[in-house]
């Protein structure tokens, strides 16, 4: 039909719903399942990522930044650490520590110390600076959370969480098999 907009549920359902109602419609054939759970994950993301970068956006700070300063911030007193510790933090990839090290540290928020020991191992420490700000901005950040989750009831957190940390052990069981070596 044309003219008709994509994704319509005719008032029922949600944007997800839609789209699966489209290829329904266009290829019957296709098992269009995934959609209902990997679909809806892509949106709640976007928009997550979105609503994130509120109060990150405010502070001068990229999410890369963020996630430097607060993998410092939880490494404890005396906050630092090596590119290759930050890298393999969990959030942030090695690609791009050295740029990211280099902005906070032009924005004052870091220093890089070398060991006094091995002259060859650089780390990265937050400045007095760096701590109030990563302390301040975190708790915006986990208010911000706490808002986005407030239509979500403290079992219903709990589950989707179980849920998702399922679906990540899905997710790294279907990577591919490192064939080289």
């Given at each position: 039909?044309?003219?008709?907009?994509?994704?319509?549920t005719?008032?029922?359902g949600?944007a997800?719903d839609?789209?699966?109602?489209?290829w329904?419609?266009?290829?019957?054939?296709l098992?269009?399942?995934?959609?209902?759970?990997?679909?809806?994950?892509?949106?709640s993301?976007?928009?997550y990522q979105?609503?994130?970068?509120?109060?990150?956006?405010?502070y001068?700070?990229?999410?890369a930044?963020?996630?430097?300063?607060?993998?410092?911030?939880r490494?404890?007193?005396?906050y630092?650490?090596?590119?290759?510790e930050?890298a393999?933090?969990?959030?942030i990839?090695?690609?791009?520590v050295?740029?990211?090290i280099?902005?906070l540290?032009?924005d004052?928020?870091?220093?890089?110390?070398?060991?006094a020991?091995?002259?060859?191992v650089v780390?990265s420490?937050?400045?007095?600076?760096?701590?109030?700000?990563?302390?301040?901005l975190?708790?915006e950040?986990?208010?911000?959370e706490r808002?986005?989750?407030?239509?979500l009831s403290?079992?219903d957190?709990?589950?989707?969480a179980?849920?998702?940390?399922?679906?990540e052990?899905?997710?790294a069981?279907?990577e591919?098999?490192?064939?080289?070596?």
């Amino acid at each position: 039909m044309a003219g008709k907009p994509a994704a319509s549920t005719g008032g029922k359902g949600d944007a997800v719903d839609g789209i699966i109602e489209d290829w329904r419609r266009e290829r019957p054939e296709l098992d269009t399942d995934p959609l209902r759970v990997l679909g809806r994950l892509h949106r709640s993301f976007t928009r997550y990522q979105a609503l994130m970068a509120v109060p990150i956006d405010q502070y001068g700070l990229s999410l890369a930044g963020f996630d430097v300063l607060t993998a410092l911030r939880r490494a404890g007193a005396p906050y630092r650490l090596t590119a290759g510790e930050l890298a393999a933090s969990g959030l942030i990839s090695s690609a791009g520590v050295t740029l990211r090290i280099d902005r906070l540290e032009k924005d004052g928020l870091i220093v890089r110390e070398r060991d006094a020991k091995d002259r060859r191992v650089v780390y990265s420490r937050l400045t007095d600076e760096g701590l109030r700000v990563i302390d301040e901005l975190f708790t915006e950040h986990l208010e911000n959370e706490r808002r986005m989750l407030a239509g979500l009831s403290e079992r219903d957190c709990t589950q989707l969480a179980r849920l998702l940390a399922k679906l990540e052990r899905s997710l790294a069981a279907a990577e591919p098999e490192d064939t080289e070596g």
